[in-house]
């Protein structure tokens, strides 16, 4: 009699619910194992530790409404994710971190793409002009030409409108972003050297025993996003770079300080005359304007390139 009684109970389930809190996931995650590394995960579970980070939660919200617009702008181009780093310049605070468009997606919400490696495309151009800059192998006004050649190895790279444009300067080439030009400087830096500046500029994942060839230049190494974000930072920090950090400090129940941060001694990863170039090539709307238009102009001015 109690199993057909248990049979014919009809069950009511009680809606799942989320074990983290819906802000900043991603982030409160990546904390939560810097605690666990530091502290343990059973001390952090029965410590009642007190966390204050470095992030800005007016500036994640924005991040966050930011990235799910432009999934949602892109889906038509197959973009799936999506994520956003924002850092400090001048002491390498992590300000926002987004690590998907959508964190409740079952495909790709729970993968922080901001510490995942992938490929940063025409983002890493940058790094290898102004490297070649500072050795004072070309200037903003050094004309390259702009033509389908060998590079070595049958290695013919073409650009992404599949045009050639003839001499540019490095201005209009890295503005353009044309791949061409930006292969002839790769070739004059030399793949070794870059990965060494690579590594100068905290990047981790770029492994110097890898043959990753003068495509290195077009991003075919694989970087994450907060990496790729604190390379840049030096560029607005006039050459200087500071270590990522998300905590500020921990204090345990009884109110006792256990852990206060700060900021790393910058390192000068660039010369500030190297920054000032690139910020103002990557800043100049008139010269990109016949590729992008209007596409990358704010409403100040800003640096920026695509990739």
């Given at each position: ?37 530091k502290?343990g ?48 310049p ?29 490929q ?6 940058p790094l ?53 030009p ?26 110097s ?25 030096a ?9 990522t ?34 910020s ?12 992008f ?15």
């Amino acid at each position: 009699a109690q199993y057909k009684a248990a049979l014919a109970e009809k069950l009511k389930f009680v809606e799942s619910q989320e074990d983290i809190n819906v802000t900043a996931p991603h982030f409160a995650l990546m904390v939560k194992q810097e605690l666990i590394k530091k502290y343990g995960e059973d001390s952090l579970a029965h410590s009642g530790m007190h966390v204050q980070t470095t992030i800005d939660l007016d500036w994640q919200k924005f991040a966050e409404k930011t990235v799910k617009t432009q999934i949602e702008s892109l889906a038509r181009n197959k973009a799936t994710n999506g994520a956003l780093v924002a850092i400090n310049p001048a002491s390498g605070e992590i300000m926002a971190l987004v690590g998907s468009h959508n964190w409740a997606d079952e495909k790709n919400g729970k993968i922080n793409m901001a510490l995942a490696p992938r490929q940063p495309g025409s983002s890493f151009k940058p790094l290898v002009y102004a490297t070649a800059l500072e050795d004072k192998q070309i200037t903003a006004g050094t004309v390259l030409e702009d033509k389908v050649r060998d590079f070595g190895g049958g290695y013919t790279p073409k650009n992404y409108d599949l045009k050639e444009h003839g001499n540019v300067t490095v201005r209009w080439a890295l503005d353009n972003s044309l791949n061409i030009p930006a292969v002839e400087i790769m070739q004059k830096v030399g793949v070794k050297h870059m990965l060494n500046k690579a590594r100068d500029l905290s990047i981790t994942t770029l492994d110097s025993s890898e043959d990753y060839g003068l495509s290195l230049v077009l991003g075919s190494g694989q970087v994450p996003l907060v990496q790729m974000t604190n390379a840049y930072a030096a560029f607005a920090a006039e050459g200087q770079q500071y270590d990522t950090y998300d905590i500020i400090e921990i204090r345990d129940k009884q109110d006792k300080v256990l852990y206060k941060a700060q900021a790393s001694d910058p390192r000068t990863v660039f010369q500030k005359e190297v920054t000032y170039i690139i910020s103002s090539i990557i800043s100049d709307n008139a010269s990109r304007a016949g590729t992008f238009g209007n596409a990358l102009a704010i409403s100040r001015q800003a640096a920026v390139k695509t990739g």
